[in-house]
């Protein structure tokens, strides 16, 4: 059957008016997704946001969409972690030895420190994250680095998950970890300490992944000029954005409290 030179071109303009209207579609999802990310999701993360919304998208679709919305990823930077291992207290071996998949929630946890600058001075990060959901579970931020600073976000964690005894707590041979104080309170909760080996930041993996995307995300692109300026955006990265709504890449691109929720309902039925 032949076909008019008419017929012919308006079927091509029809066929790129589908096109078109796809990506005028797409193109407010990309700036939505980049925006609630404050513009760290890269190509994957922002494909599983137009997944979600009922569009099939893979990783070179959505950097296409990217490109059109004017949008891009930062740039990850390197950091660097606080950890004072040169004292003489006792240390816990390595117990966890990097076996980081735990099938069930608040059996295995992991610990660590680290610093924000501010105009005001520095400004300490602690947090408990459990590894089975990645889910920060619990975190204390202080002026300064003490074995309070550590039992604080600890106490959160109980406070919050209630934890049967014989969880694994693992962290780095940090001076705080190992103090006397805090050590008495792992034993009272009935858990159990782990610890890396020394000069081993690969041992405590998922606590150091955690801090590479909180500064990478938010902490290295922000001028903070109060201690407590930076303690709001940080609780709110931390509550509302990572354990909340941020596509975590080891859990199938979704976020921790989806990923828990789904496990619960799963574990109920």
């Not at 066929?15 to 980049?34: C, F, G, N, T, W």
């Not at 891009?72 to 291992?85: C, G, P, W």
């Not at 207290?89 to 980081?100: E, G, H, K, W, Y």
């Not at 150091?208 to 990478?216: A, P």
């Amino acid at each position: 059957m032949l076909i008019s030179r008419s017929g012919y071109y308006a079927w091509r303009k029809c066929k790129k008016s589908l096109r078109q209207r796809e990506v005028e579609r797409l193109i407010p999802i990309v700036k939505a997704a980049h925006q609630a990310s404050r513009g760290t999701y890269g190509a994957r993360r922002i494909a599983e946001e137009i997944k979600a919304s009922g569009s099939p998208c893979g990783r070179y679709k959505a950097g296409s969409l990217m490109k059109m919305a004017g949008v891009a990823a930062k740039q990850k930077k390197k950091f660097k972690a606080t950890t004072d291992s040169k004292h003489n207290l006792p240390v816990a071996p390595n117990l966890l030895d990097r076996q980081f998949e735990v099938v069930e929630a608040d059996k295995v946890y992991v610990s660590d420190i680290t610093y924000i600058w501010t105009h005001e001075g520095w400004l300490y990060l602690a947090v408990v994250i459990d590894l089975f959901s990645r889910r920060v579970v619990g975190w204390s931020l202080s002026n300064r680095m003490t074995t309070k600073l550590i039992m604080d976000a600890l106490h959160m964690a109980i406070r919050r998950r209630m934890p049967a005894p014989g969880l694994l707590f693992h962290s780095d041979r940090g001076s705080q970890y190992c103090s006397k104080n805090f050590q008495k309170m792992l034993n009272t909760l009935g858990m159990v300490s782990s610890m890396s080996r020394k000069g081993n930041c690969w041992d405590n993996a998922v606590a150091e992944s955690f801090f590479g995307s909180l500064k990478t995300e938010r902490v290295f692109f922000t001028n903070y000029m109060t201690r407590e300026e930076a303690r709001r955006d940080i609780i709110d990265y931390i509550e509302m954005f990572y354990n909340c709504n941020r596509r975590h890449s080891y859990l199938g691109y979704i976020s921790p409290k989806e990923f828990e929720k789904l496990w619960f309902l799963e574990k109920a039925a």
